[in-house]
Structures are given as structure tokens and as C-alpha cells.
């Protein structure tokens, strides 16, 4: 690949999903873009960028979407998961029983599996949450990936990562060759286009947000920039959780750890603002 | 270190689950069938079975009403190994006291994830 045009998708890639890509990936943009290239009859990834330069919106998205790291699964590292169990739900249940509602946002949603574990979650809590009004979104910037969540549609190995089998008997069923999401969990979730680098606020406010495996792929600024944003969208009291190979620490003050807890935040209030 | 019995009839797939089990630390035993698992538990009961369903002799759900019969016979996790992947033969399974439920074909990773979940690892 020419160096002009790795600079070319890199910065494009950059300016458009945060994605930071750098010359010795270059092998991901050829393996990733070769079959984007074939598709519309190009030759190679050559014709496609000189075809990016002059791209419509279509193209310019559809590269983005190819380079995105889609991987998840079901109660992933679960810890997070028996965490909100066991604290951060009894705790918004007493703050919120007054108006009880209670958003949790699934902000890089991916296939769906994040946003499903916490439906199963919440479905398994039964009679404690009746009278409850509590909305689940999830939101993403691949349009592929969120039309495979919104079927609910999975793989019998994506089945077998992480999800109990109790659950898969309870909450699944089997057509063909893969295992389909109960309607009842599939409606307790909202899917939604969205780009995090974008101004939240139409999101509206969420109490809980799962932010996980995705500012990785971010530069400094941009995940500075990012969780920022994502705090402008959470009250006072709200909690954040990052994947297990991040943190907010030297990145963003709008969050703290919580203490002798692994992965999840809380939102400060940093004073004057 | 735990101990895992695998019980299947297939000596490659005893050989694959055995190698990814001793890269977990767990001490290994094998059984062809359920009635060769029967007499090992009788002998000393492991800490984990890991079970495939159709064999000679006598098959895994046989085997494992008859195990959790015996005298600490509570005590083994029991993992389900089999090509059998419908909602009917998962429901008996853990009706019959199985624990988790490996559909095949599995891998390391599969494995790994579910021995996690039930606390072997
Ligand atoms: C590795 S997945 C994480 C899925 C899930 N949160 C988990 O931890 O299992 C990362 C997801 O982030 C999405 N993504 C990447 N950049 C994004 C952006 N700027 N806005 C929204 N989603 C983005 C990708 O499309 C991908 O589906």
C-alpha cells in the first residue's frame, strides 16, 4: 500500500469512527478493505481509495464500518456483570424508587450481546422490578452490527461464550442452525445508530453506562474528548463501566474509580461546573 | 490441583479435552463409557466430569442419574460434552443434574468459558 494512501484511510478512519490505525496495521486495512474493493468490482485496495477520495457518503461509511472490531460475548469478563448485580442495581432501585425509571446505555453495543446480558439480568430480577420503568439502549456505528443485534440472532459458538446454560434453555430458541433472542428480552432493549464522537445529549440522560472495549481503539484526546461527553449525559450519582483494559485515570476527571472495585466508575462533579 | 474425569467414547476427543485440561492444571482420568465412569467415581469421585452423551454400554444421562446416586455423588461439576444441541436434550441434562452444557463442536476457549462459569477455575 502506498504510503499517501495509508495516510489518506488513516485520517478518514480517524476523523470519522475515533479508530487510531497506525503504518504497522497497515496489513488490517488490506486484509479488512481487499474484500470492500471486490464488492463494488474495484480491483484492489488501490482503485479503492482513489474512489474514497471523490466518495459519496456510502462508500466513506462502509469503510469505516469494515474496520470496526466488532468481537463480544454474552456476561463478557462477567465480574462487571455479578457487580451490577450486586450493587450498582439495589443501589439506583433505592435512589430511583421514587420515580422509578432507571437508562442504561450499552454505548458501543456492538452484536448485542452487552445489551442482552443486562435484559436477561434485569428479566431474572422478576417481582423486585414490577412498577419499574427501566429502558435499555444500546447504540453503535455499524449498521451491520446493529441489524445483527436487533434479530437477536446468534451462533451456537457465540452461545457458548460466557452465556449460562440455564439461560440459553430459558431465554433462547433454536431455528436451524442458530439461537434466536426471546422477543420478550429482544423488546426490553432499543438499538440505535449512533457515533460516540458525536454530541450525546439527544441521547438523553442514562444512569448507568457500559462504555466497554471500544475506547481502546481511541487516542488520548479522543477518549479525553469522548468520556467527557459521556458524563454530560449521566446525573450526579451515576456509574460508568470501561472494559478491562481501560480507565479514566489520567484521561478524564469527570469520573473516579470506586474503590476496591475493578472496571467501574463513578461519575464527580468537579466543582464550578 | 482438581480432578476431571473425561468420559467419551472417542479417543481424539478424549485426547483434546485431556490437553486442554492439563493447560488448566486439572489432573485427568478417562472412561470410554458410563459404565467405566461409574466404577471410577465409585473408586474416588473427581471434581469435575466432563461427559459426552451417546456411547456404549451405558450412555451420559444413565451414567450421571446413576453417579449422582452414590455416596458423594453431589460433589462432581458436571459438563455435558456432546453433539446432541436442541432445547429437549439440554432441559434433561439439567433436570438429570448436570451443570453446564458444551455443544460440540467445542474448542479451548468454549471450554475454558465454561468451566470458569461453574467455578472450576
Ligand atoms: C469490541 S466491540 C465492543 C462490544 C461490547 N461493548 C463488548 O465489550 O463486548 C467495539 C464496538 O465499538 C464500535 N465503535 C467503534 N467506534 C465507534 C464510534 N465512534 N461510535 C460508536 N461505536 C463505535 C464498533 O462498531 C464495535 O461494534
Given at each position: 500500500?502506498?504510503?499517501?494512501?495509508?495516510?489518506?484511510?488513516?485520517?478518514?478512519?480517524?476523523?470519522?469512527?475515533?479508530?487510531?490505525?497506525?503504518?504497522?496495521?497497515?496489513?488490517?486495512?488490506?486484509?479488512?478493505?481487499?474484500p470492500?474493493?471486490?464488492?463494488r468490482?474495484?480491483?484492489?485496495?488501490?482503485?479503492?481509495?482513489?474512489?474514497?477520495?471523490?466518495a459519496?457518503?456510502?462508500?466513506?461509511r462502509?469503510v469505516t464500518?469494515?474496520?470496526t472490531?466488532?468481537?463480544?460475548?454474552?456476561?463478557?469478563?462477567?465480574?462487571?456483570?455479578?457487580?451490577f448485580?450486586?450493587?450498582v442495581?439495589?443501589?439506583?432501585?433505592?435512589?430511583?424508587?421514587?420515580?422509578?425509571?432507571?437508562?442504561?446505555?450499552?454505548?458501543?453495543?456492538?452484536?448485542?450481546?452487552?445489551?442482552?446480558?443486562?435484559?436477561?439480568?434485569?428479566?431474572?430480577?422478576?417481582?423486585k422490578?414490577a412498577?419499574?420503568?427501566?429502558?435499555i439502549?444500546?447504540?453503535?456505528?455499524?449498521?451491520?452490527?446493529?441489524?445483527?443485534?436487533?434479530?437477536?440472532?446468534?451462533?451456537?459458538?457465540e452461545?457458548q461464550?460466557g452465556?449460562?446454560?440455564?439461560?440459553?434453555?430459558?431465554?433462547?430458541?433454536?431455528?436451524?442452525?442458530?439461537?434466536?433472542i426471546?422477543?420478550?428480552?429482544?423488546?426490553?432493549?432499543?438499538?440505535?445508530?449512533?457515533?460516540?464522537?458525536?454530541?450525546?445529549?439527544?441521547?438523553?440522560q442514562?444512569?448507568?453506562?457500559?462504555?466497554?472495549n471500544?475506547?481502546?481503539?481511541?487516542?488520548?484526546p479522543?477518549k479525553?474528548r469522548?468520556?467527557?461527553?459521556?458524563?454530560?449525559?449521566?446525573?450526579?450519582?451515576g456509574?460508568?463501566y470501561?472494559?478491562?483494559?481501560e480507565?479514566v485515570?489520567?484521561?478524564?476527571?469527570?469520573?473516579?474509580?470506586?474503590?476496591?472495585?475493578?472496571g467501574?466508575?463513578?461519575?464527580?462533579?468537579?466543582?464550578?461546573? | 490441583?482438581?480432578?476431571?474425569?473425561?468420559?467419551?467414547?472417542?479417543?481424539?476427543?478424549?485426547?483434546?479435552a485431556?490437553k486442554?485440561?492439563?493447560?488448566l492444571?486439572?489432573?485427568?482420568?478417562?472412561?470410554?463409557?458410563?459404565?467405566?465412569?461409574?466404577?471410577?467415581?465409585?473408586?474416588?469421585?473427581?471434581?469435575a466430569?466432563?461427559?459426552?452423551?451417546?456411547?456404549?454400554?451405558?450412555?451420559?444421562?444413565?451414567?450421571?442419574r446413576?453417579m449422582?446416586?452414590?455416596?458423594?455423588?453431589?460433589?462432581?461439576?458436571?459438563?455435558?460434552?456432546?453433539?446432541?444441541?436442541?432445547?429437549?436434550?439440554i432441559q434433561?441434562a439439567?433436570?438429570?443434574?448436570a451443570?453446564?452444557?458444551?455443544m460440540?463442536?467445542?474448542?479451548?476457549?468454549?471450554?475454558?468459558?465454561?468451566?470458569?462459569?461453574?467455578?472450576l477455575?
Amino acid at each position: 500500500m502506498r504510503p499517501e494512501d495509508f495516510d489518506f484511510v488513516a485520517k478518514l478512519l480517524k476523523d470519522r469512527s475515533g479508530l487510531v490505525i497506525t503504518r504497522d496495521k497497515a496489513y488490517l486495512l488490506e486484509s479488512r478493505l481487499t474484500p470492500v474493493a471486490r464488492k463494488r468490482g474495484l480491483k484492489g485496495l488501490e482503485d479503492l481509495v482513489g474512489g474514497l477520495r471523490t466518495a459519496g457518503e456510502d462508500l466513506l461509511r462502509e469503510v469505516t464500518e469494515a474496520m470496526t472490531t466488532n468481537e463480544s460475548f454474552f456476561f463478557r469478563d462477567i465480574k462487571p456483570f455479578d457487580q451490577f448485580k450486586a450493587m450498582v442495581l439495589p443501589y439506583m432501585l433505592a435512589n430511583r424508587a421514587a420515580k422509578k425509571t432507571m437508562r442504561i446505555w450499552s454505548a458501543a453495543s456492538s452484536s448485542g450481546q452487552e445489551a442482552y446480558t443486562l435484559a436477561m439480568m434485569l428479566k431474572e430480577e422478576g417481582a423486585k422490578l414490577a412498577g419499574w420503568k427501566i429502558e435499555i439502549v444500546g447504540t453503535d456505528i455499524s449498521t451491520e452490527m446493529l441489524e445483527k443485534a436487533k434479530a437477536g440472532l446468534y451462533s451456537q459458538f457465540e452461545v457458548q461464550r460466557g452465556l449460562p446454560i440455564q439461560l440459553l434453555v430459558k431465554y433462547f430458541k433454536k431455528t436451524a442452525e442458530m439461537w434466536q433472542i426471546d422477543p420478550a428480552i429482544r423488546g426490553m432493549v432499543q438499538y440505535r445508530e449512533y457515533n460516540l464522537l458525536h454530541d450525546l445529549k439527544p441521547l438523553g440522560q442514562f444512569d448507568v453506562v457500559f462504555c466497554r472495549n471500544v475506547l481502546i481503539y481511541f487516542d488520548q484526546p479522543t477518549k479525553t474528548r469522548v468520556l467527557d461527553n459521556i458524563s454530560r449525559v449521566m446525573p450526579d450519582d451515576g456509574f460508568l463501566y470501561l472494559g478491562g483494559a481501560e480507565t479514566v485515570l489520567g484521561i478524564s476527571d469527570k469520573f473516579k474509580p470506586v474503590p476496591e472495585q475493578r472496571g467501574i466508575y463513578a461519575t464527580t462533579r468537579v466543582p464550578g461546573k | 490441583m482438581k480432578s476431571c474425569l473425561i468420559v467419551d467414547d472417542s479417543k481424539v476427543i478424549r485426547m483434546v479435552a485431556k490437553k486442554i485440561l492439563h493447560e488448566l492444571s486439572f489432573k485427568t482420568e478417562e472412561a470410554e463409557d458410563g459404565a467405566q465412569a461409574l466404577e471410577a467415581c465409585r473408586r474416588a469421585m473427581p471434581d469435575a466430569v466432563l461427559l459426552d452423551w451417546n456411547m456404549p454400554v451405558m450412555n451420559g444421562i444413565d451414567f450421571l442419574r446413576e453417579m449422582r446416586k452414590l455416596p458423594g455423588g453431589d460433589h462432581p461439576v458436571v459438563v455435558f460434552c456432546t453433539t446432541e444441541n436442541d432445547i429437549e436434550h439440554i432441559q434433561e441434562a439439567i433436570t438429570a443434574g448436570a451443570n453446564e452444557y458444551i455443544m460440540k463442536p467445542f474448542d479451548s476457549e468454549i471450554l475454558q468459558a465454561k468451566f470458569s462459569q461453574v467455578g472450576l477455575l
